[in-house]
């Protein structure tokens, strides 16, 4: 008798255990479609991707703007990823080994130089800062981790643009609106793509006073075991700074990176993204 209560109690919980609640699984599968399509969708959009009625499609949507966990451009109605995905995202990072290998590298380049250091990763199709470290007598407060950083006047930004993939990369840059900071930002396309293909070349990117005036940035890129990259680390301060020790800023960049991704699995060569 006994026995046959405890098979029940098995069978119940394994029948528990594979349970699935539909409302969250759908939800789930909305966010989920924003790693394959553009990084704007309509709610017509959303309905087909998942095979479901647009007002069914609706109230899910709401539910998730209500938390963050999507957006709404007013200016075209459509949805994109919201805030706490970015956030969740950079909490699961944290977790990981990879910001334990590159916040020791991080901290000694920036006591190298006394310089503040910033590390991105592409998120969302969108430059996020993961981790930052500052000396002590920081010039500058921002970017904070967790920040959304502008791609076309930031050393971070150039260089994960330089070695995503072909996709991606027009995916970004098809409305992008290369808004000018300063006089000497970047304002067109061309010129822009013209500045990843030197960053391809020379695996080092450049901020020439294009965010602030006064302020320069030289970063590099961190690739993963399979030669993809997965991050940029890049130093910030005065622009005059700079001008004096470009050459062993360039050197000890491109040696922290290298080191990093070694420490990641990379052996090389760079699986260079599609022109």
Excluded at 99 to 111: D, H, I, K, M, N
Excluded at 171 to 177: A, G, Q, R
Aim: charged share 25%; aromatic share 6%.
């Amino acid at each position: 008798m006994e026995s046959s209560k405890e098979i029940k109690r098995v069978v119940s919980n394994q029948h528990m255990e594979g349970r699935i609640i539909q409302s969250v699984d759908r939800a789930v599968k909305i966010l989920l479609l924003f790693l394959e399509k553009e990084r704007e969708l309509a709610l017509k959009d959303i309905a087909a991707g998942i095979d479901l009625p647009k007002p069914t499609v609706h109230t899910i949507v709401n539910t998730l703007v209500q938390n963050n966990l999507l957006e709404q451009n007013h200016e075209n109605a459509k949805y994109r990823l919201g805030s706490v995905v970015f956030r969740l995202g950079i909490q699961y990072i944290r977790n990981k080994d990879f910001l334990s290998t590159v916040s020791v590298w991080a901290e000694r380049l920036c006591y190298r130089f006394n310089l503040s250091v910033n590390v991105s990763m592409l998120i969302g199709n969108q430059v996020v800062v993961i981790h930052r470290v500052d000396p002590n007598d920081v010039i500058m407060t921002h970017p904070q981790v967790g920040s959304v950083m502008p791609i076309h006047c930031t050393c971070n930004g150039k260089v994960l643009l330089a070695y995503t993939n072909r996709e991606t990369r027009d995916t970004i840059l098809k409305d992008y609106p290369f808004t000018k900071a300063t006089e000497k930002t970047i304002s067109n396309r061309a010129d822009f793509e013209k500045e990843l293909e030197k960053i391809r070349a020379n695996g080092i990117g450049f901020n020439n006073e294009e965010g602030i005036l006064g302020i320069r940035a030289i970063g590099g890129p961190i690739f993963d075991h399979r030669g993809k990259i997965l991050a940029a680390i890049g130093t910030t301060g005065y622009a005059t700074f700079f001008d004096e020790n470009e050459i062993k800023i360039i050197n000890d960049v491109k040696m922290t990176c290298s080191s990093i991704s070694r420490q990641l699995g990379f052996t090389g060569p760079v699986s260079a993204p599609e022109a």
